[in-house]
Structures are given as structure tokens and as C-alpha cells.
């Protein structure tokens, strides 16, 4: 698969929709340009975060602190199942959360492929606001008015979307909490938050 001009797009600051292991994805770079872009294709309101996505923690480690248990967390589940929510070294444009940042460590080979050429990338799903997006790639770029090349081409497998989970350090201790439950149900999380202190 050629995914020269889906990259080009990237570093140009435009938007582009690529497969990821539930739902496509709607990536753009973090620059205030690349948010303008994927913010006004979805007519998202601007106090509503995107996450991004990166093939590993330690592809966001220049922009949240990462603690310990955040490693632990993404080994525990199924990969790409949780979007952590890390604390931003320095605040970020508040269409990223401002003073935390929602990472979600992709699994499928094109989005890896994506951020492997470009950098951390959003992860907002590829759909209007509001409304339920299709599973194809080239689908969802027809309904928010791109062009069948800003698309990586993809059928993806559905499902619930990533599991959101707030970490903080409070006292020397990181807490849990989960914001918005997904591919991993609420019960799952504080049950290994709960064996962990054990």
C-alpha cells in the first residue's frame, strides 16, 4: 500500500483518514493548523479534546509526563484498547485538553505506519459529530467532503471505541479513573487498579 500521498498530507498540516483496530481514525498533526482542519471536518465543538495516537508511550514522552503505571496499564489490556490521559509537561492548545493529553498506542499497521513517518497523530473518530461513522476508510473521507487520496485505504472491524482512563499523582501514588468506558469495561480496570495495591 502506498501511503506516500497520506503522509504528504500529514506534514502539509492537512487531515486524513486511516484504519485503526475498531473505527477509522480522523489524523492530522497536533499544530494549530492540522487541529483547524480535523476540528472543522467534524464541526466539533473546541472544548472537546481529541486524543492522539502513537505507536508507544514513549512517542508522547516529549509532551506528558508518563508514570509507571501507565506502562503497566497498556501491557495489561488488549493492545489499543485504553486512551490514557497523562498530564502535559507544558499546556497545550486546549482542542488537545490543555494541561492533559489523551494517548492511545495504536496497534493497526497503517496507523503505526502513519505515525512512524510523521509523529503522534489524532484519534478522533472519522465522523461528524454526532453521527455514527462508516467502517470503510474511503466511506468516511466521501462524508466529511475529502478526497478519496487524504484516505487510507481500510475496512475496519468496528466495535466499542478505546476506554478512556484519567491517571493523576496524588501523595507519590498514580489513581485511576475512568472517564468513558469502551473496549475495556469499567469493572475490568479497577479490578487490576484494586490487585495492584493488594
Known amino acids: ?7 504528504a498530507r500529514l506534514l502539509a498540516d492537512q487531515a486524513v483518514v486511516y484504519p485503526t483496530s475498531t473505527l477509522p481514525g480522523l489524523g492530522a498533526r497536533p499544530t494549530a493548523q492540522g487541529l483547524d482542519a480535523v476540528f472543522a471536518l467534524k464541526s466539533r465543538d473546541d472544548r ?3 486524543s492522539l495516537a502513537v505507536r508507544g508511550l514513549q512517542q508522547a514522552q516529549e509532551m506528558v509526563h508518563i508514570p509507571e ?5 497498556v501491557e495489561a489490556f488488549p493492545p489499543g484498547s485504553l486512551s490514557l490521559i ?6 497545550q492548545d486546549a482542542r488537545l485538553g490543555g494541561h492533559a493529553i489523551a494517548v492511545r498506542c495504536v496497534v493497526h499497521p497503517v496507523a503505526l505506519a502513519l505515525v512512524d513517518a510523521v509523529g503522534p497523530i489524532t484519534a478522533t473518530s472519522a465522523n461528524m459529530s454526532g453521527e455514527a461513522p462508516a467502517l470503510d476508510t474511503q466511506v468516511c473521507a466521501g462524508h466529511l467532503g475529502l478526497p478519496r487520496d487524504a484516505a487510507a485505504p481500510g475496512v475496519c472491524p468496528g466495535g ?4 478512556f482512563l484519567l491517571l493523576e499523582e496524588e501523595g ?19 479490578a487490576w487498579v484494586t490487585s495492584r495495591r493488594a
Open 172 to 190: 507519590g501514588a498514580t489513581e485511576v479513573s475512568v472517564i468513558r468506558a469502551g473496549a475495556v469495561p469499567h469493572t475490568d480496570v479497577m
Open 160 to 163: 466499542p471505541g478505546s476506554t
Open 86 to 91: 497523562l498530564p502535559a509537561r507544558k499546556t
Open 48 to 50: 472537546k479534546p481529541v
Open 1 to 7: 500500500m502506498d501511503l506516500d500521498i497520506v503522509i
Open 69 to 73: 503505571m501507565a506502562h503497566a496499564l
